[in-house]
């Protein structure tokens, strides 16, 4: 039998076992992952992202407990950590806080590490969501590494993305700023029990209402001023506006109306046909990379025998540009 | 291209809550290029077990500073071995009197560190012991 045989039959070895394949980038992930494609496409995925030590774990941990006890679902959680720059090796623990979820066999936890990846996801974590899919699991719930203001892979591939932020971390100039906020469906501020949650809250509200401005009245130097929304568009009858969510996730407050918020983010995907959408740019982000990492590979091996390292040292002496380099390489004149 | 790293469960079973010697284990195998999926304190014998399935991990370490070794260890490898998951190499670190030493690497257990143990020798052993 097949690993993906094994893994559509529910065996929980075979799936742990093809997850190391995938991650591999080995020869017997990448036909399984061909064998498993027509089984995907079922699974919720849901991206949750922030800043390091804003509480994303303890709160997957609860998401999943909830969507276990209330929902009956089967939970699939890929968990991301940063690998070392310098020795390329990882302490992954995401599985810290995740411990209410032992000892459930319809939670299958994974840990990765970014093996060097920038986006906050790691190369071969959209594979290992795939094989999750065709497992079977209803919910995948992506969480990426603690992520600063750039690492928006996980928009890419998720359906729903969860941007977690804490009171205290940033002021409004942080919340004008491009980059992660932009991506979250829902944002989350966790740890509401903290002072300043008001504050937090009051810099989100604002980046959402500059993003979609709505009628208001309010005074100004003693007159009553009265501003007005632009028209809309037809087409946005269906429009979503990311919801602000506090947490408390060490307690499990406020996790009920996080996942109604969910719920109605998932209506909201397939009224408005955004589902597709999504579908269609993660399935194409992902053929992309897969082309471009091809043919680079096919390329360096195509280049004569140490033609590549000479061109290199000869740019580390400075006595060539890389453009120049490239040319050379490419047999560009 | 196929990329293949040392994947270890760090874990403490049992009640102790002494956690530091299993941090500065899971730190040295970090920079020893491993990927080390750490579990945290008061961990069951049928928790670690299902880590180690999930995590499809080479190795499992084990700290126990509460004597409770000879108890936690046989389980951990027995239910190791009902996940079908033997060919998991199985590393004890913590308070171990001489005569349990010989006992549980007559269980299978591949290697045990006492206290003042270099890092360096339980990464060239945790090395050598994938190599083979």
Known sequence: MTYAQSVLNGDRLALARLLTQVE???PEGRSALIELFPSTGKAHLIGVTGAPGTGKSSLVNQLAMHYRKVEDKRIAIVAVDPSSPFTGGAVLGDRVRMRDLSGDPKVFIRSMA????LGGLAQSTAGMVQVFDAAGFDIVIIETVGAGQSEVDVARLAHT???????????????????????????????????????????????????????????????????????????????????????????GKGIVELTEAIARHVVYLRQSGDWAVRERTHLEVELEALIRETLVNRFMENIPQGMYEDVLEKVIQRNVSPWEAMKILMKEK | MTEHKIRVLVA?????????????????????????????????????????????????????????????????MELLKINGQSKVKVFIGGIIPDEDLHRLKEMGVTGVYGPGASTEDIIRDVKSAMAE
Do not use: C
């Open chain 1, 161 to 251: 993305t969860l941007v977690v932020e804490a009171p205290g971390l940033g002021d409004d100039i942080q919340a004008i700023k491009a980059g992660i906020l932009e991506i979250a469906d829902i944002l989350v501020v966790n740890k509401a029990d903290r002072p300043g949650v008001e504050n937090t809250e009051k810099a989100l509200k604002s980046m959402l209402d500059l993003a979609h401005p709505t009628e208001r009245v309010f005074q100004h130097h003693g007159s009553t001023m009265r501003t007005t929304a632009p028209a809309q568009p037809a087409s946005s009858a269906l429009m979503w506006i990311p919801p602000i969510q506090r947490t408390v996730s060490t307690e």
């Open chain 1, 24 to 26: 591999n980038n080995a």
């Open chain 2, 12 to 76: 403490k079973p049992g009640l102790d809550g002494h956690d530091r010697g299993a941090k500065v284990v899971a730190r040295a195998l970090r920079d020893a290029g491993m990927e080390v999926i750490y579990t945290g304190l008061r961990q069951t014998p049928e928790m670690i077990a299902e880590a180690a399935l999930q995590e499809d991990v080479d190795v499992v370490g084990l700290s126990v500073l509460s004597g409770a070794h000879m108890a936690l260890a046989p389980r951990i």
């Open chain 1, 114 to 117: 970014t093996r060097g990846s």
